[in-house]
């Protein structure tokens, strides 16, 4: 979101509750530069943080889309309302949970 780190403990109260544990966890801290920035395209993301640019959205979009119709898939993983970001998380999620290795779904 378009906050400052110090402020996120107010947002997400697992950061500073003492009985959630992690191993790890992502914080991405940069506005975006090939989208206008907008709370709906706030990371962080669900599975994979993503810190660059994609600069062949568009044509990722319409792979995914024609993947989606292949596999009947009803909701499309891919949209041109999120974010490159969004997008990438939302199909290595699918892939991860479809159990394929995190290697093999990047």
């Known amino acids: ?6 402020v996120l403990p107010l947002f997400y ?8 544990l992690t191993n790890w ?10 989208t206008v920035p907008k709370w709906p395209l706030a990371q962080p993301m669900r599975l994979l ?5 994609i600069n062949t959205v568009i044509g990722n ?9 292949q ?3 009803r909701a499309p993983l ?4 999120r974010s490159d970001s969004s997008n990438l998380d ?6 991860v949970r479809s159990n394929h290795s995190c290697a093999h779904s990047l």
């Open 25 to 34: 966890a992502i914080y991405h801290r940069r506005f975006s530069t090939n």
């Open 90 to 95: 939302g199909v290595f999620e699918w892939l």
């Open 71 to 73: 596999r009947n898939r």
């Open 78 to 81: 891919c949209s041109i309302t």
């Open 49 to 53: 943080g993503h810190n660059g640019e």
């Open 1 to 6: 979101g378009m906050v400052q780190s110090s």
């Open 13 to 20: 109260k697992d950061l500073v509750n003492e009985e959630y």
């Open 61 to 69: 979009i319409n792979w995914q889309r024609a993947l989606d119709v």
